[in-house]
């Protein structure tokens, strides 16, 4: 995607090192940073400097190129690295199933460092990829709802957290097809939930959706039901960081809210995934998908920029109470209305899943 007139991905090779957008940073500044080995790439994973499913991914793959660097062909250091990145952050499942790809590479591999760096290569432009065909099954299902209501457009569509190009390696998942929309002239307009605590709404994606021009509004995140209560959601359409192979769906905190809201309120809620996100071992996601619980700091204080330009950190409540961290909900399949995936659409079915994915009738994890 283009950030004031150049074209970016949110993470690249660079020579010996990876860069990345610094997100830790966003809206106020547009930092780019450096990772020199498999430390930098833990760290910048567990601190949020990239995050989002895609994008955690594809960074713990260019994590596992340092891994084969590092381990100089030692195979018990180069599982304790893999060890090291997948234990920085639980619930994304891209994060496994990219380093479970690394080590089937690289065990095969005659030159493990190469085969690692192509493999990444590969990872994150499958990514990107993926997230484009996203958004072309993504666009009929907008173009339809703007059909159904000529006159009284834009089409109202709201998300949560940011499933934008930030959160992947480019285009988004959740936003792909609202992009799509967008330049295909369809008008649309994003009703963006701010997000707490960490405020990825507020902070990322409504960056992503001011840059290319899309109408959109933040809102708390306490809004979206009296919104969908009098008919000004047309359609909720969000992210996954895992979703099983039953089509129920971990994202983030509050996620099961607007489901239940917009089931309330006969809207139809989406989830927008590349197959990457599929947990193909877990079949009940309330029991199976691991919840990361964050530090308290996250709920306890508030990142942002005073009138003066200066970035501050403010505590938002006293300090004696006690405050708890949860980062994703599952928001269980009866209430999904449907998948869009890089090969379509499907129910949040298994049924539905594998018809679209025949391959995963049965699968198992290398690592
Ligand atoms: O904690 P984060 O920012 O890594 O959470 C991920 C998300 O941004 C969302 O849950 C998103 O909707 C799914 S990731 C594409």
């Not at 963006?192 to 933040?218: F, S």
């Not at 129920?248 to 996620?255: C, L, S």
């Amino acid at each position: 995607m283009r950030v004031d007139g150049q074209s970016f991905r949110t993470i690249w090779p660079d020579g010996d090192c990876v860069r990345i957008i610094d997100q830790r940073h966003l809206p106020f500044r547009f930092v780019i940073a450096e990772l020199r080995g498999v430390a930098d790439v833990a760290f910048a994973i567990r601190e949020m400097q990239v995050r989002g499913a895609g994008l955690i991914g594809a960074t713990a793959a260019w994590g596992m190129w340092f891994a084969a660097r590092e381990s100089c062909g030692d195979s018990a250091s180069l599982l304790r690295l893999a060890h090291e990145l997948a234990a920085t952050r639980p619930t994304a499942v891209n994060l496994r199933w990219a380093i479970d790809r690394q080590l089937t590479a690289i065990r095969q591999a005659l030159d493990p460092v190469e085969t690692a760096f192509a493999t990444a290569r590969a990872i994150a432009d499958e990514d990107a990829e993926a997230c484009r065909r996203i958004g072309g099954h993504g666009l009929p299902l907008i173009a339809e709802i703007a059909a159904r209501k000529p006159g009284r457009l834009p089409v109202q569509i709201l998300t949560h957290c940011n499933a934008g190009w930030l959160a992947f390696v480019d285009f988004g998942s959740a936003t792909a097809p609202i992009y799509a929309a967008h330049d295909s002239g369809i008008p649309v307009h994003v009703w963006v939930d701010e997000t707490r605590p960490r405020n990825q709404g507020a902070r990322l994606t409504a960056w992503e959706l001011e840059r290319h021009g899309v109408p959109h509004t933040v809102i708390p995140d306490n809004a979206g039901g009296h919104l969908m209560q009098h008919g000004r959601v047309d359609l909720v359409l969000t992210g996954s960081d895992r979703t099983t192979r039953t089509g129920d769906v971990a994202n983030k905190i509050g996620t099961y809210l607007k489901a239940l809201a917009a089931r309330d309120n006969g809207v139809p809620f989406h989830v927008a995934l590349p197959s990457s996100t599929f947990d193909w071992q877990a079949r009940d996601g309330l029991t199976e998908i691991p919840i990361e619980e964050r530090s308290d700091r996250e709920v306890r204080w508030i990142d942002g920029e005073d009138e003066a330009g200066n970035l501050v950190s403010v505590r938002l409540f006293g300090e004696t109470s006690p405050a708890v961290n949860h980062a994703f909900d599952v928001t269980p399949s009866r209430l999904v209305s449907g998948l869009i995936t890089e090969r379509g659409c499907c129910p949040a079915t298994e049924e539905g899943i594998l018809r679209l994915f025949p391959e995963r009738g049965a699968t198992a994890s290398s690592f």
